[in-house]
C-alpha cells in the first residue's frame, strides 16, 4: 500500500448535532459530507491513530509508565470508531469515476451485473 498515494472522488458522510454555544438548549442536526480529494491516504492513517494514541496515554500508558522503556515500541490494536455513513449517491458518484465510466453508464453495468 502506499501511503503516499493521493485520494480523489472520496466523501464521507457523518450525522452530528451542533449548538450556538455550549450553554444553548438550541439544537440542530446537520449531516458533515467530509471530501478527501487532495489527501493522502498518510494524513488519513495519522488523524486517525491520533484519537487511539491519546486514549493509550491516558489510560494504560500513564498505569503502566513505571514499566515502560525510553524508545520502547508498544504494540496497540486500533479499534475502529463508529461507523461512517457513506452517502448513497456520492459512493455511486465515487465508483463512476473510479471506473472511467459516466454515473448513468456505471449504473446500467450494475444492474445488468445483477440480472
Request: hydrophobic content about 40%; glycine content about 6%.
Amino acid at each position: 500500500m502506499n501511503l503516499n498515494q493521493i485520494i480523489e472522488g472520496v466523501v464521507l458522510s457523518k450525522v452530528c448535532s451542533i449548538k450556538p454555544d455550549k450553554d444553548s438548549t438550541d439544537v440542530k442536526q446537520v449531516t458533515l459530507k467530509v471530501k478527501f480529494d487532495g489527501t493522502t491516504l498518510q494524513s488519513v492513517f495519522d488523524k486517525a491513530v491520533a484519537g487511539t494514541v491519546i486514549s493509550w496515554q491516558n489510560g494504560p500508558g500513564r498505569k503502566g509508565f513505571d514499566n515502560w522503556k525510553v524508545n520502547q515500541a508498544i504494540d496497540v490494536d486500533f479499534k475502529s470508531p463508529a461507523r461512517t455513513q457513506i452517502d448513497p449517491i456520492d459512493a455511486i458518484t465515487a465508483a463512476a469515476k473510479a471506473s472511467g465510466m459516466s454515473i448513468e453508464d456505471y449504473i446500467k453495468a450494475e444492474i445488468a451485473k445483477r440480472k
